[in-house]
């Protein structure tokens, strides 16, 4: 196959069809005729086809790098004391007057060879400085299911090959799961809420209902505004008969929730493994 015009390499197979046609005897610009290239291309196949005692394909080194090493040290030193920096400011903290400035794109292909690679950073709040009154600002709320008969997860079993209908390998089942209930509560530091029963699936419209009329008279009724609402009313009909009305302090109980800070160190100084709570 003819070469054709433009091209500076030729294939391994092409370079030995010509050093194969020079060896029978076909003269060098005949060779260039045919396959579309000057003489002096033919003369250096030719040449390094003696020197290195037969066609070798040499690969091209490339274009030289742009960072030396001091500044690869650099870019993975700028990287591993912030690891937020973005290209960009790792770009900014390396550029020296004496060296060529290196790309971002360069830049991540070096973090990248050295296996620092760009990733989400989970999220996690950071609770471990909050003490009883910021805990006490919060309100936890969770629902649950409640199933009559068994369970809606797994079981497991070990038995040998061949007793599969054995009677004490079976797990006995009621029709349609024998019913189930799902609730939903809350508490604070200081009250625990009522329970709230949801029918059907726990979607955000039952959520809202929950939220606006379950929540909220819980959170009205904690602060001490329904027995302030009813102290008055008592007031405007025991007061023209004659009675006398004692408003009575709220019992604050015991809080609930003083031992969060002890929690969170504990979950801790374990790594995360069981604690005593």
């Avoid at 742009?66 to 870019?75: F, V």
């Avoid at 939220?211 to 102290?231: P, V, Y």
């Amino acid at each position: 196959m003819v070469r054709p015009f433009g091209k500076k390499t030729f294939t391994v197979d092409v370079r030995k069809s010509i050093v194969r046609g020079h060896e029978l005897g076909a003269h060098p610009k005949i060779l260039a005729t045919q396959f579309g290239c000057s003489s002096s291309q033919i003369y250096r196949i030719l040449k390094n086809n003696r020197d290195d005692d037969g066609v070798v394909h040499r690969h091209s080194p490339g274009r030289p790098r742009t960072t030396s090493r001091g500044m690869d040290r650099n870019i993975l030193r700028a990287c591993r004391e912030d690891p937020r920096h973005t290209s960009t400011d790792i770009q900014v903290s390396v550029t020296s007057p004496n060296e060529p400035v290196p790309s971002r794109k360069t830049i991540r292909r070096r973090l990248q060879v050295a296996g620092l690679h760009g990733r989400r950073p989970v999220k996690k709040p950071f609770h471990l400085s909050w003490g009883p009154r910021e805990w006490a600002n919060h309100i936890w709320s969770d629902e649950l299911k409640f199933n009559m008969f068994g369970t809606d997860g797994i079981q497991w079993i070990r038995r040998p090959i061949g007793s599969r209908y054995a009677p004490q390998y079976q797990c006995p089942t009621v029709k349609h799961g024998g019913g189930s209930v799902m609730v939903w509560g809350c508490c604070s530091d200081t009250f625990m809420g009522p329970l709230k029963r949801i029918v059907g699936t726990m979607d955000r419209y039952v959520f809202e209902d929950i939220l606006e009329n379950t929540m909220r008279k819980q959170i009205w009724a904690d602060r001490g505004c329904f027995s302030r609402i009813m102290t008055r009313s008592i007031l405007r009909v025991m007061s023209p008969i004659g009675f006398d009305v004692a408003v009575w302090m709220s019992w604050n109980g015991q809080t609930l929730l003083d031992s969060m800070p002890r929690r969170c160190q504990a979950v801790i100084d374990a790594k995360g493994y069981p604690t005593k709570y």
